[in-house]
């Protein structure tokens, strides 16, 4: 089995509960150089995957904690998830066959230096929350609401360049703080009327929800709500963010938007800090909710648009899809990937250079045990 495109080892500090390591190289641009944050720490991603080498074979995950760097839990989660695929890999089947047809890349700690200066035990402190710069960086991703701008900060940038270069069809935050499941939008836009809470509501809305439950339920915890975080509780274990609360240039609402990834955030943990005899716990309430989620990245369409003479990729199509008021694209390889409910769809597609095309296709209601992608190479005939 590929595993890891990052290196880490750690030891059984206060800070980090497991021992082992794995080596490869850290997040990295085009240029494969070595990505740090304000400081100077390592942003470390792994790849575990033991599908083939083509990384658009299959779906890509992206999977990411400490962006507030005091909320520990989500870290520690992260961690043991990587050493629960490795170690399950010819044990469990769900996870071989996860790892036989999905890409999951996991960022334990987007904010090293935040987390440098937390202090265990504060649950509900500020300390370590935001980046060397004293900003917040969940609230630092471009919104795409005209005249808001910020200074990207360069974990930001990181983060962008990794979602610009691989094409994630589902991607996970892990909080701390609450007990929920929270998708998009967490913002919402004011009008001269005032703020319009419908405009919090994404076209994929009914995906966005099923997605929330898959995880929700599989958390006993978070889904019977019997713990309560400041009296909050969520029906089901699950919110839209901005029923909850409201902001802009959430890490979520972006990748959704920029990318049509379908990504979702969970609180895990009242505590944000919690003591270290805590964090084996949090990690079982949560590990069957990580395999479940990642599984739904295997439900859906996967369409490869491709010249009808030449078969070379047609990138950078427009995509609509019948019921979903978004339109997305075609990455560099000619590729679109969408998690879709059971159900016919009707697709349009256009190119510069090429003549609109269409297709219908039908998702299917699998009765196995494991989702299955509808795959379509559609041929585009040049104008």
């Known amino acids: 089995m590929n595993s890891t495109q990052a290196c880490f080892s750690c030891t059984n500090s206060r800070k980090d509960i497991i021992k082992w390591s794995v080596s490869c190289e850290t997040l990295a641009t085009k240029s494969r150089s070595r990505i ?38 989500g870290r520690e989660v992260l961690l043991h998830f990587i050493e ?14 996860l790892l036989d047809n999905t890409r999951i890349h996991i960022l334990p700690c987007m904010n090293p230096d935040g987390w440098a200066i937390a202090k265990p035990g504060d649950c509900s ?12 960086l969940n609230r630092n991703f471009p919104d795409f609401i005209p005249g808001n701008k910020r200074v990207e900060q360069v974990e930001t940038s990181a983060l962008r360049k990794l979602m610009q270069n691989i094409s994630f069809v589902l991607a996970g935050d ?53 713990t309560f975080c400041d009296n909050e509780t969520f029906s089901g274990g699950i919110t839209r963010g901005a029923a909850w609360y409201y902001f802009l240039g959430g890490m979520q609402d972006y990748s959704y938007m920029a990318h049509g990834t379908m990504a979702l955030t969970f609180e895990i943990s009242c505590c944000k800090y919690p003591p270290e005899e805590n964090l084996i716990s949090i990690w079982e309430q949560n590990r069957n909710s990580l395999v479940m989620f990642c599984s739904e990245a295997n439900r859906g369409v996967n369409v490869q648009f491709k010249d009808s003479k030449t078969d070379a990729a047609v990138p950078d199509a427009n995509i609509t899809v019948l019921g979903i008021d978004k339109v997305f694209h075609s990455n560099k390889d000619g590729r679109f990937w969408k998690i879709l409910l059971p159900g016919k769809y009707y697709l349009k597609v256009e190119a510069s250079g090429y003549e609109t095309a269409e297709s219908t296709f039908e998702v299917q209601n699998e009765s196995e045990e494991f989702p299955k992608l509808t795959r379509l190479e559609i041929k585009m005939n040049r104008t």
Do not use: C
Request: zero cysteines.
């Open 174 to 226: 892990m909080h701390a703080g609450a007990i929920v499941t929270i998708y998009p939008f967490h913002r919402i836009t004011k009008s001269k009327y005032g703020y319009e809470m419908q405009s919090s509501v994404t076209p994929d809305d009914n995906i966005f929800k099923y997605l929330a439950n898959i995880y929700s339920r599989n958390n006993e915890i978070m889904f019977q709500q019997n």
């Open 36 to 73: 740090f944050s304000l400081e100077g720490r390592d942003l470390l991603l792994f790849e575990i995957t033991a599908a083939k080498d083509y990384v658009e074979d299959v779906p890509n995950i992206l999977l990411t904690g400490n962006i507030h760097g005091n909320e520990v839990p």
């Open 125 to 136: 402190g500020v300390i370590g929350r935001y980046n060397a710069k004293k900003l917040d």
């Open 84 to 97: 629960h695929l490795i170690e399950n890999y010819n044990k469990n089947d769900r996870i071989r066959w």
